[in-house]
């Protein structure tokens, strides 16, 4: 059940009225407005209706029609989506995702979460999202070329590097960005890096974005299991999915002396007692683009893979849901708190539903919600849009202590928001909120555009 104040129904219905059909959406506004009644109570003039239901109604959204020619000569037709949702703190910035189940309501839902995302990092970006229902898997070399430049043929009227932004996400990683910033640099005749991030390190990439949201994500859950003077060290980790972000994940934990001992693709999940062996998951997953089966085919009797069923029926200290939206629901969450959790750290998007959230948040789990958790890849985006304004390229070192610390001040100021709210530990009312404000503030100041 959603409790949101009663100042904020009627804006509420008007969201859900405009956007019929759309549930992640309807989500992930839901999720924010509920924690808004305290900055309303405390801020009556953000109760004003038109900002934040101008907040919630994007500043833009292109569909468009993506055709290609497969390999044995069919045209094939994707649709190809970009919304730009709100630029008051700077250029749309947020990634592309190509995975068959995209369609408007949840490029929505990803624009709205990266509008609050990218403001709690406190850098100039504004929030977009995009994509297609493109689905890469199976599909060859020059296919997916073919593909990406087709849909960067039309998506690049348009972009700029103070426009709109755009980087990878589920489907969408170096090689993708690789073919599409080829398209676009041929298309305007300009060598304009700081258009795509995300980008591979001998033409503009920055060093440690790939590892960055995985990464970040386990700074951040390092700093809330810090807050009770706890750490990763000994700790059991499940981590779900094995793309770039859970990999990243489980590399980290690893070196935080934690032991991931499951991880899963959408088809099931492997188990390993000894520790997953993150090196082995790279090259099934990064260099053969197989299975995660293949774990345990590899493994032989020391690994077990489990076809269907859940990975969070796994017992576990700490749980990092790094797949994909509503992966991890209310049965999971019960699950995992009757099994000891203690910290929970969202590394995908809006991964857990809301009444797994609940759950977490009643039994009194540290909770860290994508929108802060994961913040880590957007924010070393702006990094790399930072080095390639000034034509420079930073070390791993540099650029990782500058993740390290946004990930803590985004921690500390979800944590600080939430205390001075009247809700200690609370990093969904945190994080909600503290964002909120710094869009909103913009939006104000900007008058009504
Ligand atoms: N897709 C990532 C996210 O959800 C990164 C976006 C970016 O780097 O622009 O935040």
């Known amino acids: 059940m959603v409790h949101v104040d009663e100042k904020l129904e009627p804006i509420l219905a008007e969201v859900l009225r405009r956007n019929p059909g ?22 009556p003039r953000y109760a004003n209706h038109a900002l934040i239901v101008r907040l919630c109604e994007p500043e833009r959204q292109i569909i468009f029609r993506v055709p290609w020619v497969d390999d044995s000569g069919q045209v094939r037709i994707n649709r190809g989506f970009r919304v730009q949702f709100n630029s008051a703190l700077g250029p749309y910035k947020g990634g592309l995702r190509f995975h068959p189940l995209v369609n408007i309501g949840i490029i929505k839902f990803l624009g709205f979460e990266q509008t609050l995302k990218n403001a709690l990092t406190c850098m100039p970006i504004g929030g977009g999202k995009g994509g297609s229902d493109f689905n890469p898997r199976g599909r060859s070399v020059g296919e997916i070329m073919r593909f ?12 700029g ?18 073919f599409m910033f080829g398209q676009y640099k041929r298309l305007t005749n300009r060598y304009e890096a700081g258009v795509l991030t995300g980008k591979g390190l001998v033409y503009g990439g920055s060093r440690a974005r790939t590892e960055a949201t995985g990464y970040g994500a386990t700074y951040f859950v390092h700093s809330m299991l810090a807050t009770k003077k706890q750490s990763f060290d000994g ?18 934990i690893a070196a935080f002396g934690g032991k991931v001992v499951a991880c899963s693709d959408s088809n099931g999940h492997v188990i390993d007692e000894q520790g997953i062996n993150i090196a082995l998951v790279k090259e099934i997953k990064e260099d053969g683009r197989e299975r995660i089966a293949e774990y345990a085919r590899l493994k032989g009797a020391r690994a077990h893979y489990i076809e269907g069923g859940s990975i969070w029926d796994v017992p576990c200290d ?31 998007n809006m991964p857990c539903t809301p009444e797994a959230v609940r759950i977490f948040r009643e039994a009194g789990v540290l909770f860290g919600p994508g929108k802060a958790a994961n913040a880590g890849g957007v924010a070393t985006s702006a990094l790399e849009m930072q080095q390639n304004a000034s034509r420079d390229s930073w070390t791993f070192e540099q650029t990782e202590a500058r993740l390290a610390t946004i990930m803590r001040n985004i921690h500390d100021r979800c944590a600080e928001t939430a205390r001075d709210y009247g809700a200690p530990g609370d990093y969904v009312l945190g994080a909600n909120i503290a964002s909120f404000v710094r869009v909103a503030e913009a939006m104000e100041a900007l008058g009504v555009i």
């Open 318 to 348: 700490v749980a990092m849901p790094c797949a994909i939206q509503n992966e991890l629901t209310g049965k999971d969450a019960r699950a995992l708190v009757r099994n000891g959790v203690v910290a929970v750290g969202e590394g995908a």
């Open 235 to 252: 700790r059991r980790v499940v981590v779900s999915g094995s793309g770039n972000v859970a990999i990243h994940t489980m590399e980290k």
């Open 148 to 159: 990406c430049q087709s849909f960067m043929t039309e998506l690049h009227r348009y972009l």
């Open 161 to 178: 590097e103070d426009i709109d932004v755009p980087a990878g996400d589920i489907g969408v990683g170096g090689r993708e960005i690789g």
């Open 22 to 43: 759309e549930e992640e959406f309807h989500q992930a506004v839901k999720e924010v407005l509920e924690s808004l009644g305290r900055v309303v109570a405390k801020h």
